[in-house]
């Protein structure tokens, strides 16, 4: 079946450093990938999507490529700061299917 | 727009009672989930509606759970009678027909 497999936290950083948490994928299909990130107290929030190989999404700093010939979706922030600390998912779901195949969520925390 | 609203933001209750929870989806989204999130089990897909029909509930856990979508702008979540290994934060989350879905705050249960 669709899945995604993300790497397990938590991680913690200091301010300034980079961040890196890998995601690859399983598709029976040809998926869109996204990435979720989840603050304390509050639901998910679309952060970026890529729909086709090769896309680069994009958000408040954070990247992610869509690579099909390692399946991966690995999202990465050059510099982090205090307020990036949350739960972030990453999630693929495949065209003509309307769910959402989410991974276990990795846990960040950004120290000052 | 307000974003999908959800309420209560927490609900405790004791064990045996009967508990609803409520959604209220961003005003032209046709898709409704509902999803239940614990530590051990990550994010789990409970339900999903298109156009206030029920299309997949095999997520949901067993008869003790029901859902409702009455109307395009409100759906329920009941646990009856609840239980302890039920307390879990329930989220609801709305899309429209290019799949990012939206979620909403959550409520968080806790079943005593």
């Known amino acids: 079946g669709d899945s995604v497999t993300q790497m397990e936290g938590p991680v913690t950083l200091s301010e300034e450093a980079f961040l890196t948490i890998n995601c690859t994928y399983t598709?029976?299909?040809?998926?869109?990938l996204f990435w979720y990130v989840q603050y304390p107290g509050e639901g998910l929030q679309l952060l970026l999507k890529?729909?086709?190989?090769?896309d680069k999404g994009s958000n408040k700093g954070f990247e992610a490529t869509y690579r099909k010939e390692t399946t991966s979706f690995h999202l990465e922030k050059g510099s982090v700061q205090v307020s990036d600390s949350a739960v972030y998912f990453c999630?693929?779901?495949?065209?003509?299917?309307?769910?959402?195949?989410f991974g276990a969520g990795t846990t960040v925390t950004v120290r000052a | 727009d307000a974003g999908v609203i959800q309420s209560p933001r927490h609900e405790v209750t004791e064990m045996g009672q009967e508990v609803t929870l409520r959604c209220k989806p961003i005003?032209?989204?046709?898709?409704l989930f509902w999803y239940r999130q614990t530590m051990m089990r990550g994010l789990e897909l409970l339900i999903y509606?298109?156009?206030?029909?029920?299309?997949?509930d095999s997520g949901m856990p067993e008869d003790r759970f029901s859902a409702k979508m009455p109307n395009a702008s409100f759906s329920t979540l009941k646990i009856q009678p609840s239980e302890p290994r039920d307390s879990a934060v329930y989220f609801c989350?709305?899309?429209?027909?290019?799949?990012?879905?939206?979620f909403g705050s959550g409520t968080r249960l806790t079943v005593v």
């Open positions: 989350a709305s899309s429209s027909h290019n799949r990012d879905l939206t």
């Open positions: 598709a029976t299909g040809y998926p869109s």
């Open positions: 890529a729909t086709k190989a090769d």
């Open positions: 999630a693929l779901s495949v065209i003509g299917d309307y769910k959402l195949s």
């Open positions: 005003s032209g989204h046709n898709s």
């Open positions: 509606f298109n156009n206030n029909v029920p299309i997949d």
